[in-house]
């Protein structure tokens, strides 16, 4: 059974730093795509970044030079670095993987994170 458990969100003002972790098992994160999606009070759930098997990386052009996305093999673990952090960055940010599959198809429980003005 793939269990993905984010950690890591918080709180902090803006133009700070977070670092999301997101372990994995019943998965190995090198053996398929994942990513990072958040969603806001009252809004959709957005993507934020994907990580392909290959190396390859795509970010949210609204996250895009502010967020990287990387794996720990080793630590089966998917990272999301988030830099100079905006107060609509503020979501409940959730971990994917395509499990068997090109799409994303298990997910985490999320973690909180809130930047103040």
């Known amino acids: 059974q793939v269990q993905l458990v984010e950690s890591g969100g918080g709180s902090v003002q803006a133009g700070g730093s977070l670092r999301l972790s997101c372990a994995a098992s019943?998965?190995?994160?090198?053996?398929?795509?994942m990513g990072w999606f958040r969603q806001a009070p009252e809004k959709e759930r957005e993507w934020v970044a994907t990580?392909?098997?290959?190396?390859?990386?795509a970010y949210a052009d609204s996250v895009k030079g502010r967020f990287t996305v990387s794996r720990d093999i080793a630590k089966n673990t998917l990272f999301l670095q988030m830099n100079s952090l905006k107060p609509e960055d503020t979501a409940m940010y959730y971990c994917?993987?395509?499990?068997?599959?090109?799409?994303?198809?298990?997910w985490g429980q999320g973690t909180q994170v809130t930047v103040s003005s």
């Open positions: 019943g998965y190995t994160v090198s053996s398929g795509c």
């Open positions: 990580a392909a098997t290959n190396g390859y990386t």
């Open positions: 994917a993987a395509c499990v068997s599959s090109n799409r994303f198809n298990s």
